[in-house]
């Protein structure tokens, strides 16, 4: 017999992972594949029990005839190293040919997990790789690995799934997620884990924020955000405002930036925020307000400081409170920005004076958008231009010049 071998936490299973093992069913003619939930002691903490996983792995192939549960790894006391779960597998099976399915990740690591020349030298490694850049650092250790310790290693012709668990569990938080991320994972291990309160305990972490933002965010505009929430962190602490909230807010500002136009509308409408006829004719400025009902939806945020802070990190708005100031001033002069010859300026200003600093920018910007070729009418929005007239008083205060 031909075995596979689906390790994992599986904390949610999802369909990411049923599509690999069938792939590797079909590609290689496997007659069996076991899905072995790993044990929990060498974990970090907060992953869901044992039982919880086990069950829910057995939900989820229930009606795959060729896909088996192992709680092998589940049951060994201490420490589970894959080496072990193979000599296991080779007692239980020892006249069968055993495939160890693993993604682009997993390859990586494999030669720091313990007794890597025993794996390698009993089981056939099959790799679903990622799409993504990695292909040619992929096949180099591939090489490698046959080179070094003999392995067998092939490539699947699948590919992974774009879906991962940390993905899943942050869906899980929101009630009625309307993203359908849920859609990806099977139902009953929709219901199983709705029912059983696995996930929804707890708001969603700055792990499972980053990792849904990669889907919605180009890698250029992520390490923007990055900029922006390491900025926002450091004023933050400056001025006796909350850090994490800060993180947050910074981490989402621009989190609707690559919707759709049409789609921003809608978002702003399910929650009643006016679309001007200036965001109608200048759709890029309705990111901001889009963003901040995408990060509800989406990202679970209930905080109004945190929506406010996204809803105006664009125009700015007389009298924002500080969140708000931090976040517009943070997109403004964040490292990664270099737009001006003005910022470092205003980047020192920023730590002494956020006020005074929202003035300077929002001059600045008035004169940049007033200077822009063949857009000189109706260049400005009116609430950058209100924000203007409000924070105007500030520049004339001590401190600079
Ligand atoms: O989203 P970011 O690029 O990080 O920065 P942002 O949210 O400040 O958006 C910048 C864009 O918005 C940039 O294209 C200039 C534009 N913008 C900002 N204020 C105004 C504006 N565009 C118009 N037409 N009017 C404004 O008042
Ligand atoms: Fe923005
Ligand atoms: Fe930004």
């Not at 993905?167 to 884990?193: G, S």
């Not at 920018?361 to 400005?380: C, F, H, M, Q, W």
Request: glycine residues 4%.
């Amino acid at each position: 017999m031909k075995i596979g071998i689906m390790g994992g936490t599986f904390d949610p299973i999802h369909n990411g992972h049923l599509y690999i093992a069938k792939e590797a069913t079909e590609e290689y003619s496997l007659d069996k594949v076991l899905f072995i939930p790993t044990g929990a002691s060498y974990m970090k903490q907060g992953y869901s029990d044992s039982s919880d996983r086990l069950a829910m792995t057995e939900l989820a192939i229930s009606g795959e005839k060729r896909f088996e549960v192992s709680d092998i790894e589940i049951k060994r006391a201490g420490n589970t190293y894959t080496a072990d779960t193979i000599r296991e597998l080779k007692e239980l099976y020892p006249k069968d040919k055993l495939y160890f399915i693993i993604g682009t990740d997993t390859l990586f690591m494999l030669e720091k997990w313990r007794n890597p020349e025993y794996i390698f030298a009993n089981v056939i490694i099959l790799v679903a790789s990622r799409e993504d850049e990695r292909q040619d650092s992929q096949k180099k250790k591939a090489k490698e690995y046959k080179e070094k310790f003999d392995a067998k290693i092939k490539f699947m012709s699948a590919k992974e799934y774009p879906v991962s668990s940390t993905k899943l569990r942050a869906a899980f938080k929101i009630p009625d997620e309307t993203y359908q991320i849920k859609a990806d994972c099977p139902k009953a291990v929709t219901e199983y884990a709705k029912e059983h309160h696995l996930y929804d305990a707890d708001p969603m972490t700055e792990e499972e924020i980053i990792e849904l933002l990669k889907d919605d965010l180009k890698p250029k505009r992520l390490i923007h955000s990055f900029g922006v929430r390491d900025t926002a962190e450091k004023l933050a602490g400056i001025h006796g405002y909350d850090v994490q909230k800060a993180r947050i807010a910074a981490l989402l500002h621009d989190c609707a930036k690559y919707v759709a136009f049409d789609e921003k509308k809608e978002l702003c409408a399910k929650f009643g925020y006016p679309v001007t006829e200036f965001e109608e004719n200048n759709p890029e400025l309705l990111h901001a307000k889009a963003g901040a009902a995408l990060a509800q939806l989406k990202y679970g945020i209930k905080d109004p400081e945190i929506i406010d802070a996204i809803y105006y990190h664009t125009t700015g708005k007389p009298g924002m409170n500080p969140l708000t100031l931090i976040i517009f001033i943070s997109d403004y002069i964040e490292p990664g920005r270099n737009h001006s010859p003005k910022l470092d300026d205003f980047r020192a200003l920023a730590e002494q004076d956020l006020k005074k600093c929202a003035a300077c920018i929002l001059e600045e910007t008035l004169l940049y958008l007033d200077s822009r070729p063949g857009n000189k009418i109706k260049a400005v929005d009116p609430t950058t231009k209100q924000s203007y007239e409000a924070y105007k008083i500030y520049l004339e205060s001590e401190n600079e010049e």
